[in-house]
């Protein structure tokens, strides 16, 4: 079993920066990727960006590319985005996600059947 609490979204305006983090508990934190998600509203959730176990890997969606950063603290068990250079297109709720079963490839993390733990999310909404 594994738990994750999303931490870290808010109000802020267009160009500002906020900084995620998904707490995790349960199950050894290091042997597992984890994920962010993000859903708009009417839209359906789409990925964001990846991070395998030893932060070896990790893949951004196009659309964050050069924005977004993910790492991991493997002693805080804690996984971090930082969201940089906000866009109202970026408004939406951010969820993270544990990946504990096999996954193959990587490029399997851009996709959510990959992942079987979720968190609750939080929500980022960024201001024009």
């Known amino acids: 079993q594994v738990q994750l609490v999303e931490s870290g979204g808010g109000l802020v305006q267009a160009g500002g920066s906020l900084r995620l983090s998904c707490a995790a508990s349960?199950?050894?934190?290091?042997?597992?990727?984890v994920g962010w998600f993000r859903q708009a509203p009417g839209k359906e959730r789409e990925f964001v960006a990846a991070i395998t176990w030893d932060s070896v890997r990790t893949s951004d969606a196009d659309a964050v590319k050069g924005r977004f950063t993910i790492s991991r603290d493997n002693a805080k068990n804690t996984v971090y985005l930082e969201t940089n250079s906000l866009k109202p297109e970026d408004t939406a709720v951010y969820y993270c996600a544990a990946a504990t079963r096999p996954y193959g490839s990587t490029w399997r993390l851009a996709q959510s059947s990959a992942y079987d733990y979720w968190g609750q999310g939080t929500q980022v909404t960024v201001s024009s």
């Open positions: 349960g199950r050894t934190f290091s042997s597992y990727a």
